[in-house]
């Protein structure tokens, strides 16, 4: 039900589909309550006469918030949904251009921390460019799932594992 499209940090989007029956007349609009993760669902907005909503109110980044929806024709409301539960929050930023330092024997890679987009960054894909224009990833050295590379937002990689992959690297330029 949650629409990627729209949802990011401050808004929430999702879409849903009529029921199975509606009841012998046709929907009329329909009304979706929420929870703001305090255990207490409240009406968040009725005569929705779409099947789709982005909410309108001011939302706590990061936070999982609860929703079900009823529909009502001229007898009243449905039955609520199934609730469902989505996070307010995006994908993270790219991140900028890496930094290089040569330490003699290895290349420490490092880059600025992108803004997270409201949740935990879990893992990076490193890639250094090699010698034939295509890029690899070193798995061992500076694997982007390592929860030290992740806090550290960065890793060392001998300059020997450089040699042998072969890695392009000209020195002063960023990998």
């Known amino acids: 039900m949650n629409n ?5 940090k401050d808004v929430i989007g999702f879409s849903w589909s009529d029921g199975a029956s509606n009841g012998g007349t046709s929907v009329i609009d329909y009304r979706i309550t929420y929870d703001q993760s305090t255990g207490n669902f409240v009406t968040l ?3 929705v006469t779409t099947k789709s909503y982005a909410t309108t109110v001011a939302l706590t980044s990061g936070r999982t918030y609860k929703f079900y929806i009823e529909a009502r024709n001229t007898v009243g ?3 609520q ?3 469902f539960e989505v996070l307010a929050a995006q994908v993270p930023n790219q991140p900028r251009y890496p930094d290089t330092v040569f330490n003699g024997l290895s290349v420490t890679i ?3 921390i992108p803004f997270d987009g409201a949740t935990k960054i879990t893992d990076y894909i490193i890639q250094i460019k090699k010698a034939d224009g295509s890029f690899a990833t ?4 500076c694997n982007g799932s390592s929860p030290a590379v992740v806090s550290a937002a960065a ?3 001998p300059v020997g594992t450089l040699i ?3 890695f392009y690297i000209q020195w002063g330029q960023t990998i």
């Open 138 to 141: 070193d798995t061992v050295d």
């Open 45 to 47: 907005a009725t005569g």
């Open 110 to 112: 490092s880059w600025p």
């Open 164 to 166: 042998a992959a072969p």
């Open 77 to 79: 409301y449905s039955l």
């Open 4 to 8: 990627p499209t729209i949802t990011n």
């Open 155 to 157: 890793c060392t990689v």
């Open 81 to 83: 949904s199934v609730t």
